[in-house]
């Protein structure tokens, strides 16, 4: 069976490959802190060994989601941050793009909610919710989290109106700590259904674990394939052979990189469907890598959409940039451009191909175009869109993030700068216990 895939080639005519190769030694190292536990953060590795260690779930992780299913034509997935972001990219990555407008549904439709404070956007999810059959399932490690805590008091209010308490009940699942913080003393006291987010595993490593798991199942798709992936590129990465470790090089390669001055790193898709693989990834690395006023900037664009809008800046602009592309193999269908007679769109020249043909050409038109301007050209090859696959990018990433942190020299399983404007806001908020923050910034403020 093949596996993803890294491509580093397009990236020496920037910086050697015998620069990259130096960070050989530095990568072992860093390997050793991560499976050792001798880093920084390193109260937070659980997620190293998660496909492994979850295994002992996925029977109730699968019962819970089977419950959703059978009684839910909508599962609300309520969450911020890491909290929801794995779970939005596989299931955006593996559905049909127009599901939710056909008449049957195999499984339910998914909508998340908690990620926004948008007044707007949360009085349409509960007019939507108010012909529907729902579920919720309600994610916060901290179980203290203002947006999530905020959607689910709307949303658990207005279930228990629709359905009644007790059926209510039936229909809302929880996953937090195992003992700390609102969420779990309000799952507790209501009865709901719990799985618990493991101490040592960080929001945004958590999607190998029940915070995603259980929303990827519950839109129906297969959890066991997913976690296979991820558990072969578990032994993949652990590798302290440079050469044959893909997560240890893609580390270098960006560091490398960003010590050359390419201070931005553009995670570029062909297909639609990944664009929350790229949200998921730029929470992974902006709030692992972005410290200490380091760190690259993640950004991402949907090719060939973007092309329209973002490529002249990628082709012509300042030149602090590099690419990661994730480039798709196999189509999971096949469309084929029809000839016409008349040909007045002029497209005969495309007459029998199959549209991914065009698009693999877009991708290797633009790889070309923007390595002669000057962008660094990474690439990450998939051999089809399924599960499987989907684990072995999600743990990839995860590795080479934990990785290449440790070789910024961060801890890249910390964020203290999310605090700050949480603080600010419930001072705002008169949030009790910050009468003192509120008094300061009003006075500010008045200035
Ligand atoms: O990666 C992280 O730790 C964060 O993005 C969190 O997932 C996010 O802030 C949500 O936190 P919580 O799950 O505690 O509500």
């Known amino acids: 069976m093949k596996d993803i895939t890294l491509n580093i080639e397009k990236a020496f005519g920037f910086v050697s490959a015998d620069a990259v190769k130096q960070y050989a030694p530095k990568a072992a190292e860093c390997l050793h802190m991560l499976h050792e536990g001798t880093g920084k953060g390193n109260d937070f590795l659980g997620w190293l060994r998660l496909p492994a260690d979850i295994e002992v779930e996925l029977d109730a992780i699968e019962a819970a989601a089977k419950t959703l299913r059978d009684k839910c034509e909508v599962v609300v997935v309520v969450g911020i941050g890491g909290s929801y972001l794995g779970a939005k990219a596989v299931n955006e990555a593996l559905a049909d793009s127009f599901e939710w407008l056909k008449k049957e549904h195999k499984a339910p439709i998914i909508v998340y909610a908690g990620q926004n404070i948008g007044e707007d956007y949360l009085y349409e999810l509960q007019a939507m919710l108010k012909t529907k059959r729902f579920g919720i399932i309600s994610i916060s490690k901290s179980g203290t989290t203002t947006e999530p805590a905020l959607a689910f008091r709307l949303l658990k209010t207005q279930l228990e109106e629709q359905q009644g308490k007790a059926a209510a009940q039936e229909l809302i699942v929880c996953?937090?700590?195992?003992?700390?913080?609102?969420?779990?003393?309000?799952?507790?006291?209501?009865?709901?259904?719990?799985?618990?987010?493991?101490?040592?595993v960080g929001g945004r490593f958590s999607v190998l674990s029940p915070v995603g798991l259980l929303p990827i199942a519950a839109a129906g798709f297969d959890i066991r394939q997913l976690v296979a992936g991820a558990l072969r590129m578990q032994q993949v990465c652990a590798s302290e052979n440079f050469d044959e470790n893909p997560a240890a090089q893609y580390a270098a390669v960006r560091n490398e990189l960003y010590k050359s001055g390419k201070k931005i790193e553009i995670l570029v898709n062909f297909h639609p469907k990944l664009h929350y693989v790229s949200e998921w990834w730029k929470q992974l690395y902006g709030e692992s890598e972005g410290k200490e006023h380091r760190g690259i900037f993640p950004a991402s664009v949907d090719f060939?959409?973007?092309?329209?809008?973002?490529?002249?800046?990628i082709q012509d602009g300042e030149r602090t940039i590099f690419e990661t592309v994730i480039s798709v193999e196999q189509m999971n269908h096949e469309v084929r451009v029809p000839s016409n007679d008349a040909n007045l769109d002029g497209l005969n020249f495309l007459a029998g191909k199959r549209v991914d043909e065009v698009n693999k050409m877009a991708e290797l038109g633009t790889m070309l175009a923007h390595v002669d301007g000057g962008v660094p050209n990474l690439k990450i090859e998939l051999p089809q869109l399924n599960e499987y696959y989907l684990g072995e990018l999600l743990y990839f990433f995860e590795k080479a993030c934990g990785i290449s942190g440790y070789m910024l020299g961060v801890n890249p399983f910390d964020q203290p700068g999310v605090e700050a404007y949480k603080k600010n806001m419930f001072a705002l908020l008169d949030k009790p216990g910050y009468e003192e923050a509120s008094k300061a910034i009003k006075e500010r403020l008045a200035k």
């Open 175 to 200: 996953i937090t700590d195992k003992a700390r913080g609102a969420l779990r003393t309000l799952a507790t006291q209501e009865g709901y259904k719990t799985f618990v987010i493991a101490d040592n």
């Open 304 to 313: 060939t959409t973007d092309l329209h809008s973002m490529g002249q800046w």
